[in-house]
């Protein structure tokens, strides 16, 4: 939806994408809103972050490595990329730079990556008829999707 708006990626990570797809629906309707059109990488990718926990650091390089190699066309167009996870954000704030620093585009990439609230502020005020406000957007989330959606009983593929 949104096609030919701004885009934006919405990197969404396994916990959402297979325990709590709902969660990830109500961001892209909340970036929708505000005007976007929603980006998801396919097929779904891993950030690695429960890899560094373990000391699997080369592993966890091949991932990044990985996303890059997937993620080159949007890179290069200056695309802004939203995560719901804020472990995965710092993944690519953060690992990516020291793992990657050589990289210009892991680089250019760390430096558009945004949570959903600060992407939210980032692009300044929703219009009315949007989802949600800057202010309450995680709230709306939590309270119109999270309680009512599944339980991580029943883990299904978003998408």
Do not use: W
């Given at each position: 939806m949104n096609v030919g708006r701004p885009p934006v990626i919405l990197w969404l990570d396994t916990f959402n994408n297979y325990c709590h797809p709902h969660v990830a629906q109500a961001?892209?309707?909340?970036?929708?809103?505000?005007?976007?059109?929603?980006?998801?990488?396919?097929?779904?990718?891993?950030?690695?972050?429960?890899?560094?926990?373990?000391g699997m650091l080369e592993l966890a390089r091949s991932k990044l490595l990985q996303i890059l190699a997937a993620l080159r066309p949007t890179i290069a167009e200056d695309i802004s990329m939203v995560g719901l996870e804020p472990?995965?954000?710092?993944?690519?704030?953060?690992?990516?730079?020291?793992?990657l620093g050589h990289d210009a585009d892991a680089q250019r990439l760390s430096r558009k990556v945004f949570t959903l609230a600060e992407f939210s502020v980032q692009r300044g005020p929703f219009p009315a008829t949007s989802a949600a406000a800057p202010c309450c957007t995680v709230i709306v989330i939590r309270n119109r999707f999270w309680n009512s959606g599944p339980t991580s009983s029943s883990c299904v593929p978003w998408g």
């Open positions: 961001a892209v309707e909340v970036l929708e809103a505000a005007g976007c059109e929603v980006l998801v990488p396919r097929p779904a990718l891993c950030c690695g972050r429960p890899l560094y926990d373990y472990s995965c954000v710092s993944v690519f704030r953060d690992d990516l730079k020291r793992m």
